[in-house]
């Protein structure tokens, strides 16, 4: 069955280190999403992209980046983590015409 | 003020009771509104999907749009245990599932 699959799914990570969270769906989605989730703020949007070598900034992008080498695959990076970002983050992806996007089980990182 | 106001909960009720969540927003271009599922530690799921203003049904539960009031409901008729969960609205202007505003979720709990 085609999926959207994350990981790690846990991660312990120091502040100033860099840390890549890995997206990769099976469905061959041109739409790929990065969003992270706490308390009181729901899902708020990082990065998206539209398909290869296409990113975009969402709301909350500082501190973040992202590339798209190929259709499968949407790798989060932080390039110097902060306490701040401590979160849940979810990978997501969709087609044009379909009514929702896919979500990942999520990673949990926690920044020291 | 956020695009997409949601009641936190937590929301507590006896099993088999009728169970009502709503969310209201401020942008008039909203035109497509969905409700997602989410259970602990899990990525979101789309519960129910509709188009502007009026009802749709499904099974147990009714959503419900009232653009002229920019406010919008899920009923769960029937409530099971299996129903809790957090429940997020999410509206978007178009159906291509490329740009969704989500609300920040409301904790549903379904006692025995």
């Known amino acids: 069955d085609a999926e959207i699959t994350q990981s790690p799914r846990h991660k312990i990570t120091e502040t100033g280190r860099q840390v890549t969270l890995a997206c990769h769906q099976t469905?061959?989605?041109?739409?790929m999403f990065w969003y992270r989730q706490d308390l009181g703020h729901g899902l708020r949007l990082i990065h998206y992209s539209y398909g290869v070598q296409d990113t975009n900034k969402g709301e909350v992008s500082d501190g973040y980046s992202v590339s798209r080498s190929n259709t499968e695959d949407l790798p989060l990076t932080l390039e110097s983590a902060a306490s701040s970002q401590t979160s849940v983050y979810f990978c997501?992806?969709?087609?044009?015409?379909?009514?929702?996007?896919?979500f990942g089980p999520g990673t949990r990182l926690l920044v020291l | 003020q956020k695009e997409v106001e949601q009641d936190p909960g937590p929301l507590s009720v006896p099993e088999g009771a009728i169970v009502s969540l709503n969310c209201t927003y401020s942008?008039?271009?909203?035109?497509?509104f969905m409700w997602y599922r989410q259970y602990s530690r899990k990525g979101p799921e789309l519960l129910m999907y509709?188009?502007?203003?009026g009802n749709k049904e499904d099974g147990r539960f009714t959503a419900q749009v009232d653009k002229s009031s920019k406010y919008i409901s899920l009923f769960i008729r029937d409530s099971q245990p299996s129903d809790s969960a957090t429940y997020l609205c999410a509206m978007s202007e178009d159906s291509s599932a490329s740009k969704i505003i989500f609300g920040s979720g409301t904790r549903l709990s379904i006692r025995p």
């Open positions: 469905w061959n989605h041109n739409n």
């Open positions: 942008n008039s271009a909203f035109q497509y």
């Open positions: 509709t188009y502007s203003s």
């Open positions: 997501a992806s969709s087609d044009p015409g379909r009514e929702t996007q896919y």
